[in-house]
């Protein structure tokens, strides 16, 4: 069990004391990681998980991979930014559009948030028309137009965005239309009524934990593309994580856009939006208009350091077997969860897909937003027994490894099916 010493404490009231919340506002506060290699981290208090949070998702490779850390070192020691171009950020971009497919050209970022941010200002910028499309639940950033209907706690009438954050502007709600993810029908009457000020979709092609039906994703590119909308993948999650061509690739559907972030970065700040090249020349001033060209320029975009380790990363993923591991690991997660919820009668559900997936407290579909609303109490307890028992996640999504060996599942379907026998009685 989880003990927790002095130091930790120490850093814990520091960190009470000078941050809001007690954090940086990301998971719980009370475990503070001083290291990680391979799918493990540990406390500075000592304590070793088995680690499904992975850095919400960027070391898809592993802690500290021997290879990764070789470059990074080699990279730092010659200079860490520069502003210019630099050959690993073009490399970088190269590999990109060799592996994505929409991908033909790539503007870099740091966040996921900054690309999603830009994705839907080009699209707005090349159909020279103002409204998004966006998913209850889906999570494109903190932008004021990411930040609608994320989490809703009360619920509105679709296409009525609900602003999740204190601060954005009311006017913000105004450009921005919300369907429900998986619901063809919704989405195709709402570009019915507002064909001519919409500029694009964005969505999560596996939103959160949620996989499109089939015909779903399909049926968003038929109605953006009969419509003259972009289609906007936000895959800064799903990229290089579900195959080497991210989500659109495993599902077989090519969008106009999509974004790109954590693993590209292969732990640093490095995001990117990459597509069609007619509309990725909106970035570029000499090939548009001037009121059409979209300013775009970032102190730390293509940074070297974060170059080289996304390289570094891309490359080991691009092994042999290396998909393979990743998913054999999550599905061997998924169905030992499946069972031990099974034997203990738990109203749950596994879902997701193998490199990302969790349980939902529920018994019924989970098909979107609301019906993936599950037993929120019941959830907490079970992730804050696990952390007890040396599992690290957020709170929601175990993040699968290509560093995470079979003893590492043997002994998180232990640790689950002990906090399941403890579920009942604790507090
Ligand atoms: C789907 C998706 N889009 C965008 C973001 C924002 O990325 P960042 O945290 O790098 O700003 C996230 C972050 O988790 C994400 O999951």
């Known amino acids: 069990m989880r003990t927790s010493s002095d130091s930790e404490r120490g850093l814990v009231e520091l960190a009470r004391r000078v941050l809001p919340g007690g954090g940086f506002g990301n998971v719980a506060h ?23 949070l992975l850095g919400s998702g960027p070391m898809l490779v592993g802690h500290a991979h021997p290879e990764v850390v070789e470059v990074i070192q080699q990279q730092v020691a010659k200079g860490t930014t520069f502003f210019a171009n630099n050959a690993l950020g073009i490399q970088l971009a190269a590999e990109i559009t060799a592996a994505v497919p929409c991908a033909e050209k790539v503007r870099f970022v740091s966040t996921g948030s900054e690309a999603d941010l830009y994705a839907m200002r080009i699209a707005r910028a090349f159909t020279k028309r103002d409204k998004i499309l966006k998913f209850e639940g889906g999570y494109h950033g903190m932008s004021d137009y990411g930040l609608m209907s994320l989490a809703p706690k009360r619920t509105a009438n679709f296409p009525r965005p609900i602003a999740d954050s204190a601060g954005i502007p009311s006017s913000v709600r105004d450009e921005m239309l919300v369907a429900p993810f998986n619901d063809l029908e919704t989405v195709a009457s709402l570009v019915r009524e507002h064909a001519r000020e919409l500029a694009g979709i964005i969505v999560e092609p596996f939103q959160r934990l949620i996989a499109p039906r089939p015909g779903f994703l399909e049926g968003l590119r038929e109605i953006t593309s009969r419509n003259g909308l972009l289609l906007i993948f936000d895959e800064v999650v799903t990229g290089f994580r579900f195959a ?9 559907v090519t969008p106009d856009l999509c974004t790109l972030g954590k693993a590209i970065g292969g732990g640093f700040p490095l995001a990117a939006v990459t597509g069609r090249a007619d509309v990725m020349a909106h970035f570029d001033k000499s090939a548009v208009s001037e009121d059409a060209f979209v300013t775009q320029i970032g102190t730390l975009s293509g940074n070297p350091v974060a170059a080289a ?10 092994r042999p077997g290396a998909y393979e591991r990743i998913f054999q690991t999550g599905r061997a997660l998924m169905e030992g969860y499946s069972e031990i919820l099974r034997r203990a009668r738990r109203k749950a559900r596994v879902i997701g897909e193998a490199p990302l997936f969790d349980i939902v407290f529920t018994d019924r579909e989970v098909r979107d937003y609301r019906s993936a609303q599950g037993d929120e109490a019941t959830m907490k307890r079970c992730n804050a027994l696990l952390r007890e028992r040396g599992i690290l996640k957020g709170e929601s999504k175990y993040y699968v490894s290509l560093a995470h060996t079979e003893e590492d599942v043997a002994f998180t379907l232990d640790a689950f099916a002990s906090a399941m026998d403890a579920l009942d009685t604790a507090t």
Request: glycine residues 20%; charged residues 20%.
């Open 30 to 52: 009370e475990t503070i990681i001083a290291s990680g290699r391979g799918g493990r981290v540990w406390d500075v208090s000592g304590n070793e998980y088995v680690d499904y």
């Open 244 to 252: 080497y061509g991210g989500a659109q690739s495993y599902y077989g």
């Open 309 to 318: 380790a996304g390289l570094k990363t891309l490359e080991i993923l691009k």
